[in-house]
């Protein structure tokens, strides 16, 4: 119990302050499209050279905490997800939104994030020794199954069927391809100088969500899109609570998967949500309901993208190894104070590694504050015209893109993908699985190849990827998660047709 000597060191005056700010600048980071949180991290490290280290990860630790939570703002009102940790929360959340449920949603998702992100944090303060050396025991075959498992998420996603979920999903693993191969350093589909180094996930996901909206927005009638403008309905924060603590299997399902694939190095959190959405969705008896503005979607997606952020540290604070892309920019932020993150951080540095742990703890709480504040008056964005709306969200969308690399070839990448999406929608195909194969693909890939070259030197290929416990473990999950989407395609598709055959039975009659 360590932890509560340094309990006391957040409270102070100074260190306060800054877990405020922190948490404050990173609601409003994370809900401006194209922001990560890897990103907002990276922008506040030059403002923690003249502070204490435990002040600067401070700083650093709410920013992450919040900018991870503030994207679902964006991605409930506009359907644009702050980063991709936030690509399910699209999928009931904005439903929720466009019936006027948009206060509710925030409130839920706010909610759930803080439940998720807490457990995950105590995670991190009570088990971080042993959970150090099983995040150790994920080589790049484990890490080449997981990804796999990823992928047979896509067919469930959002879309009018598997076969074009899975398809939505073979073209995000096409365009992961684009640009110099990593390993080999081939060139693949380089079509314009733009896209040499592969296409940005930052731009494709704005640009897959966003510009379909603005086309659709601007595509409509006039007169349609004043009578749309939408009434805001007022939701009590006491009811938000006992919802998400009603619907205890999303809150479960997420925290747990989220704590589990934040510890995994190299993984990260952005698939979190989505695995957790699938999960819910595969083992909910409401399951029809998802995508029609169901909470449990929400819940499950926004509880296991905070949930992850306290085990992703375990890595670098107990073995160096980032867990995340954004703990990586927190292991520079260390150096920078001349503290080397390892097996004697909590020996030599106890002030400074306690006292940001414990403002993380802090910093969860205070982000539900303040989300829930916020979120009846970030849900009156639905009261806005959509023509207003449709020229913000463009402008956001431009902004977002062209500020990853200041290049305007991202912000070409997006709007390219955004108009091929848009006329992908009308075929009933979706972003999501796309967006995730594009996110799984180099994961997939290179380890794939960094284990072909391990197991050429030590065995077979078969022999290192198909054998041992985890390597096994992660296939049988990998097929029973194929077959359960195969057998509720089927079976949804025997009671259409049933169903069809009624009504016509009933219409000749």
């Not at 927005?217 to 009590?236: G, N, Q, S, W, Y």
């Not at 829930?372 to 008056?377: E, F, I, K, R, S």
């Not at 070839?409 to 848009?422: A, E, H, I, N, R």
């Not at 070259?453 to 473990?473: C, D, E, K, R, W």
Request: net charge neutral; glycine share 12%; charged share 10%.
């Amino acid at each position: 119990m360590e932890f509560l000597a340094y309990f006391g060191d957040v409270f102070t005056p100074i260190n306060f302050g800054l877990l405020l700010i922190g948490t404050i600048g990173g609601l409003i980071l994370g809900a401006t499209p194209g922001l990560s949180p890897t990103m907002a991290v990276a922008l506040l490290i030059p403002f923690t050279f003249r502070l204490e280290p435990a002040q600067g990860l401070i700083l650093l630790g709410a920013a992450y905490t919040s900018t991870v939570a503030g994207g679902a703002v964006s991605a409930i009102l506009l359907k644009i997800p702050g980063a991709p940790a936030n690509i399910a929360t699209t999928l009931d959340g904005h439903t929720m939104a466009q019936k006027g449920q948009g206060a509710r949603a925030l409130q839920l998702s706010f909610i759930a994030s803080a439940v998720g992100g807490v457990f995950g944090v105590l995670l991190l303060i009570f088990l971080t020794p042993m959970l150090a050396q099983w995040a150790l025991a994920f080589g790049p075959s484990h890490l080449f199954w997981l990804a796999i498992l990823g992928v047979t998420v896509i067919g469930s996603l959002d879309s009018s069927s598997v076969v074009k979920g899975l398809l939505s999903g073979c073209i995000g693993l096409w365009l992961a391809t684009i640009g110099f191969d990593d390993i080999m350093g081939a060139q693949r589909f380089i079509f314009h100088s733009s896209v040499s180094g592969g296409i940005n996930v930052i731009p494709a996901l704005i640009g897959l969500f966003a510009i379909p909206q603005v086309i659709t927005m601007f595509a409509k009638d006039r007169r349609k899109l004043d009578a749309e403008v939408l009434t805001v309905e007022h939701h009590p924060i006491g009811g938000a609570i006992r919802e998400v603590f009603k619907r205890k299997r999303a809150l479960g399902i997420g925290t747990i998967t989220g704590s589990i694939i934040g510890l995994i190095p190299g993984v990260g959190g952005q698939i979190a949500g989505l695995v957790a959405y699938d999960q819910t969705k595969k083992m909910s008896p409401e399951r029809d309901k998802f995508g029609t503005g169901h909470s449990e979607g929400v819940i499950a997606a926004e509880s296991a993208n905070n949930s992850m952020v306290g085990p992703s540290l375990v890595p670098l604070l107990t073995l160096s190894i980032p867990g995340s892309p954004t703990a990586a920019v927190l292991l520079g932020g260390l150096l920078i104070h001349g503290i080397f993150p390892g097996s004697d951080l909590f020996d030599n540095h106890p002030e400074v590694a306690w006292t940001f742990i414990n403002s993380m703890l802090i910093g969860q709480i205070l982000m539900c504050i303040f989300g829930l504040y916020v979120a009846g008056l970030a849900a009156k964005v639905a009261q806005v015209p959509n023509a207003v709306m449709a020229a913000v969200v463009l402008g956001l969308a431009v902004f977002g893109s062209y500020s990853v690399q200041n290049s305007m070839g991202d912000v070409y990448v997006m709007m390219t993908l955004g108009t091929g999406m848009y006329f992908l929608e009308r075929f009933g195909f979706s972003a999501a699985p796309l967006v995730l194969g594009l996110i799984l693909g180099p994961i997939a890939e290179a380890n794939f190849i960094q284990g072909s070259m391990i197991a050429n030197a030590t065995s077979s290929v078969g022999q290192y990827f198909f054998t041992g416990p985890l390597n096994l473990a992660l296939i049988a999950v990998v097929v029973v998660s194929v077959g359960y989407s195969v057998w509720m395609e089927l079976r949804h598709r025997r009671y259409t047709t049933k169903d069809d055959a009624v009504s016509k039975e009933e219409a000749l009659s």
